[in-house]
């Protein structure tokens, strides 16, 4: 069945540096990607998505393009804050709107 | 608009017991869900619903049931609790149950099953 495989965690970063989780799906058919943010003690947001190949997601300077040839949707940031510190999930949309996710990658930015 | 909410935030509760963890939200959106959150294992979906008087099962159905009486409001029992129930559950909708559609999600309630 399909999958979604993300980075381990936790990932430590000093503030302004370069963001890079990555993300691997396996899917028979066409899906669309998410990246989902979860910060403590909330429940998920959705960051960005692209629906189809070559499709380049974007949003508070994340970033996220839909590759169909590596299956990857890897989530890239230029410059981390503090405030960015969350736990960051990659999911994928089956049909009927059904999330597969993959299992979080917690981010800690320190100043 | 409060979107989506759940209630209770926290419950205990003893293996044996049953349940009814709240759902509802005003955007008068068709698809709903439950999802439990495990450490290490992401989210997975436990049932759904496309519209009112429509549920169906997700990735891991057992030991829980839900029914879809209105569209805004989606519970989810728990039969007869045991402490592999132990979990955040979260509850989400959107507009449409396609594939490039937005869920929100409410923010989640935190069971422990002793």
């Known amino acids: 069945g399909d999958s979604v495989t993300q980075m381990e965690g936790p990932v430590t970063l000093s503030e302004e540096a370069f963001l890079t989780i990555n993300c691997t799906y396996t899917?028979?058919?066409?899906?669309?990607l998410f990246w989902y943010v979860q910060y403590p003690g909330e429940g998920l947001q959705l960051l960005l998505k692209a629906t189809k190949a070559d499709d380049k997601g974007s949003n508070k300077g994340f970033e996220a393009t839909y590759r169909k040839e590596t299956t990857s949707f890897h989530l890239e940031k230029g410059s981390v804050q503090v405030s960015d510190s969350a736990v960051y999930f990659c999911a994928l949309s089956e049909i009927r709107g059904k999330l597969i996710f993959g299992q979080g990658t917690t981010l800690q930015v320190k100043p | 608009n409060a979107g989506v909410t759940q209630t209770p935030k926290f419950q205990v509760l003893k293996t044996g017991q049953s349940m009814t963890l709240q759902c509802a939200q005003d955007?008068?959106?068709?698809?709903m869900s439950w999802y439990r959150q495990d450490p290490g294992m992401g989210l997975r979906l436990i049932h759904y619903?496309?519209?009112?008087?429509?549920?169906d099962q997700g990735e891991v159905p057992n030991g829980y049931n839900v029914s879809r009486s209105t569209t805004e409001d989606f519970p989810l029992r728990l039969l007869s609790a045991a402490p592999s129930q132990t979990s955040v559950y979260f509850c989400a909708s959107s507009s449409h149950p396609g594939l490039a559609y937005e869920q929100y999600f409410g923010p989640g309630t935190r069971l422990t099953v002793t």
């Open positions: 955007m008068n959106h068709e698809y």
């Open positions: 619903s496309v519209g009112a008087g429509i549920t």
């Open positions: 899917a028979t058919g066409y899906p669309s």
